[in-house]
C-alpha cells in the first residue's frame, strides 16, 4: 500500500507505556511510503529509545528544543513546515493539558503549538486520569481547536484496571491518519450501501449464496466515510470488520436487505447497491433439514424483488448506483442494467477481476460513457469510485 507516498507526517511520541505501539505506527505510516519524522518527550525516551524510532523511520529522530542541526536551528518551526499532518501517540494527560492550554516547554509541545498543519491525538491514560474533569475539559478544549482526537479504546490497562483510556491500536491510528487526509466532498452527505451476499434459506442449514466477500461494498463504506460522508451499510453474511463510525446492520436474506434498506432509507442523499443479492430463493424453506433419497430434488425457486431498482424507482430516490459484475459482454450489460434500472451510474466489472479478491478493476458507466478507472486495491477503486459520485452530485465541490 503506498496511500501515503509524497506525503511527511511527524508522530510525537509522549511518556505512556503504549508509546510501544508507536513504533508499530511508524513502521505501518513507512510502509505506506509517508516520510515519517519523530519527536521524542523526555518522558517518552524513557519507554522507548531514539534508536528504536531512527531505526524505524529511517530519519534522525527529535528531542531537543535546542536541536542545532536544522540550518537555523528553528526545529520547531521546521518539522512540521510541509507537514501533512502532526499525530501525537501516545497522548498523555499531561500533554494534552499542555495543548489545550497552549503551553510550550520542550521541543514537541513547541512544534505543535507552531503548525499549520493538521493535529491528531491519540490519548492513552488509566481510566480515573481520562474520566477526570480536567483532562475531558481539556479534551473538549482540543475538538473546539479542531484537533482530531483518536479514540481512548476501552478495556485493560496497563495498571490493571479495566476502562476507556487504552490507545487505540497501531493500525487503527494509521487508518485515521488515512482517512483523515482524504478530502471531505461529501461532508454532511448520508450514504445508505448494501454490501456481501444473501442466503437464501433452503432448510434450517442449507442455504442459496454465491462467493462475494463483501470487500468491495466495505472498502466504498470507508472511502465514503473518508470522504466525510455519514454511511449506514446493510450486509448479508459476511466477516467483514465495520470501519469506524459506519453504521451497520446485518441481514441474512434478500427480503430481510430489502426491509433493512426501506427502513434505513429515509434522508439518505445516496444509494449504492454493491451486495451481490440473490436473483432467486427457494419457494418455501423446509421447517426440518431435507433428507436425502435416491430419487432427483427438484427446486421451487421465486423470484427476489429488485432492491436497487425498487429505490431508484421511487419519487424520493436518492442518487442510485449500481453494481454490474459480468462474466463476458461488460460493457452492454452494464449499460443495459444502467438504463433498465435508471440510475445515473452504475459500477461494472467482470468477475474474473473482483468477486472474491483483494483488487478490482472497474469501469465506470454514466450518461457521458464508459470511464475505465486504473486497476487496484479495493479500496484504492473505491476511493475513485466515491470521488467521481462526488464529482456528479455537486461538480464545484471536487
Ligand atoms: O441485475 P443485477 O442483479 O445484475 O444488478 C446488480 C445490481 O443490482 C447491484 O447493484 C445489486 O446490488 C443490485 N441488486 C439489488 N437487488 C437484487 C438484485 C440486484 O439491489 N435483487
Given at each position: 500500500?503506498?496511500?501515503?507516498?509524497?506525503?511527511?507526517?511527524?508522530?510525537?511520541?509522549?511518556?505512556?507505556?503504549?508509546?510501544?505501539?508507536?513504533?508499530?505506527?511508524?513502521?505501518?505510516?513507512?510502509?505506506?511510503?509517508?516520510?515519517?519524522?519523530?519527536?521524542?518527550?523526555?518522558?517518552?525516551?524513557?519507554?522507548?529509545?531514539?534508536?528504536?524510532?531512527?531505526?524505524?523511520?529511517?530519519?534522525?529522530?527529535?528531542?531537543?528544543?535546542?536541536?542545532?542541526?536544522?540550518?537555523?536551528?528553528?526545529?520547531?518551526?521546521?518539522?512540521?513546515?510541509?507537514?501533512?499532518?502532526?499525530?501525537?501517540?501516545?497522548?498523555?494527560?499531561?500533554?494534552?493539558?499542555?495543548?489545550?492550554?497552549?503551553?510550550?516547554?520542550?521541543?514537541?509541545?513547541?512544534?505543535?503549538?507552531?503548525?499549520?498543519?493538521?493535529?491528531?491525538?491519540a490519548p492513552a491514560m488509566n481510566r480515573q486520569m481520562w474520566e477526570n474533569p480536567p483532562?475531558?475539559?481539556?479534551?473538549?478544549?482540543?475538538?473546539?481547536?479542531?484537533?482530531?482526537?483518536?479514540?481512548?479504546?476501552?478495556?485493560?490497562?496497563?495498571?490493571?484496571?479495566?476502562?476507556?483510556?487504552?490507545?487505540?491500536?497501531?493500525?487503527?491510528?494509521?487508518?485515521?491518519?488515512?482517512?483523515?487526509?482524504?478530502?471531505?466532498?461529501?461532508?454532511?452527505?448520508?450514504?445508505?450501501?448494501?454490501?456481501?451476499?444473501?442466503?437464501?434459506?433452503?432448510?434450517?442449514?442449507r442455504g442459496i449464496t454465491n462467493s462475494s466477500s463483501g470487500r468491495m461494498g466495505f472498502?466504498?463504506?470507508?472511502?465514503?466515510?473518508?470522504?466525510?460522508?455519514?454511511?449506514?451499510?446493510?450486509?448479508?453474511?459476511?466477516?467483514?470488520?465495520?470501519?469506524?463510525?459506519?453504521?451497520?446492520?446485518?441481514?441474512?436474506?434478500?427480503?430481510?436487505?430489502?426491509?433493512?434498506?426501506?427502513?434505513?432509507?429515509?434522508?439518505?442523499?445516496?444509494?449504492?447497491?454493491?451486495?451481490?443479492?440473490?436473483?432467486?430463493?427457494?419457494?418455501?424453506?423446509?421447517?426440518?433439514?431435507?433428507?436425502?433419497?435416491?430419487?432427483?430434488?427438484?427446486?421451487?425457486?421465486?423470484?427476489?424483488?429488485?432492491?436497487?431498482?425498487?429505490?431508484?424507482?421511487?419519487?424520493?430516490?436518492?442518487?442510485?448506483?449500481?453494481?454490474?459484475?459480468?462474466?463476458?459482454?461488460?460493457?452492454?450489460?452494464?449499460?443495459?442494467?444502467?438504463?433498465?434500472?435508471?440510475?445515473?451510474?452504475?459500477?461494472?466489472?467482470?468477475?474474473?477481476?473482483?468477486?472474491?479478491?483483494?483488487?478490482?478493476?472497474?469501469?465506470?458507466?454514466?450518461?457521458?460513457?464508459?470511464?475505465?478507472?486504473?486497476?487496484?486495491?479495493?479500496?484504492?477503486?473505491?476511493?475513485?469510485?466515491?470521488?467521481?459520485?462526488?464529482?456528479?452530485?455537486?461538480?464545484?465541490?471536487?
Amino acid at each position: 500500500m503506498t496511500e501515503l507516498s509524497g506525503k511527511r507526517i511527524v508522530v510525537g511520541v509522549t511518556g505512556g507505556v503504549a508509546a510501544y505501539k508507536a513504533a508499530e505506527l511508524v513502521r505501518l505510516l513507512v510502509k505506506a511510503g509517508a516520510a515519517v519524522d519523530v519527536a521524542l518527550t523526555a518522558a517518552g525516551s524513557r519507554f522507548v529509545g531514539a534508536a528504536t524510532f531512527q531505526a524505524l523511520s529511517g530519519r534522525p529522530v527529535w528531542t531537543d528544543l535546542w536541536d542545532a542541526r536544522p540550518d537555523n536551528g528553528m526545529a520547531h518551526i521546521e518539522l512540521t513546515r510541509g507537514a501533512a499532518a502532526c499525530v501525537i501517540a501516545p497522548a498523555t494527560a499531561d500533554f494534552i493539558a499542555k495543548l489545550a492550554h497552549g503551553l510550550a516547554d520542550d521541543l514537541l509541545a513547541t512544534l505543535c503549538l507552531a503548525r499549520a498543519c493538521p493535529l491528531l491525538v491519540a490519548p492513552a491514560m488509566n481510566r480515573q486520569m481520562w474520566e477526570n474533569p480536567p483532562t475531558q475539559r481539556n479534551i473538549a478544549q482540543l475538538r473546539a481547536d479542531g484537533v482530531g482526537v483518536l479514540g481512548p479504546a476501552s478495556g485493560e490497562q496497563a495498571c490493571g484496571e479495566e476502562g476507556l483510556g487504552r490507545m487505540l491500536e497501531a493500525a487503527e491510528i494509521f487508518e485515521e491518519i488515512v482517512a483523515a487526509l482524504q478530502p471531505k466532498p461529501l461532508a454532511g452527505r448520508r450514504v445508505l450501501l448494501t454490501a456481501g451476499p444473501t442466503f437464501e434459506a433452503l432448510d434450517p442449514v442449507r442455504g442459496i449464496t454465491n462467493s462475494s466477500s463483501g470487500r468491495m461494498g466495505f472498502a466504498l463504506a470507508r472511502a465514503f466515510r473518508d470522504a466525510g460522508a455519514d454511511v449506514t451499510v446493510v450486509a448479508g453474511p459476511t466477516e467483514m470488520p465495520t470501519p469506524r463510525g459506519v453504521a451497520r446492520v446485518d441481514v441474512v436474506s434478500a427480503l430481510d436487505m430489502r426491509a433493512a434498506v426501506l427502513q434505513a432509507l429515509p434522508g439518505q442523499h445516496i444509494f449504492v447497491g454493491v451486495a451481490a443479492v440473490a436473483d432467486y430463493r427457494p419457494a418455501a424453506a423446509a421447517a426440518d433439514k431435507i433428507k436425502k433419497s435416491a430419487a432427483p430434488l427438484t427446486l421451487q425457486l421465486a423470484a427476489n424483488p429488485d432492491i436497487l431498482a425498487e429505490v431508484a424507482a421511487r419519487p424520493d430516490a436518492p442518487f442510485c448506483v449500481g453494481f454490474a459484475a459480468e462474466s463476458r459482454d461488460l460493457a452492454a450489460y452494464a449499460e443495459g442494467k444502467r438504463q433498465s434500472k435508471k440510475l445515473p451510474l452504475v459500477v461494472g466489472n467482470l468477475v474474473a477481476d473482483g468477486l472474491g479478491g483483494e483488487t478490482n478493476a472497474v469501469t465506470l458507466f454514466d450518461a457521458k460513457g464508459a470511464h475505465p478507472l486504473p486497476p487496484g486495491e479495493k479500496l484504492a477503486v473505491a476511493r475513485d469510485i466515491v470521488s467521481h459520485i462526488a464529482a456528479m452530485i455537486d461538480p464545484c465541490t471536487v
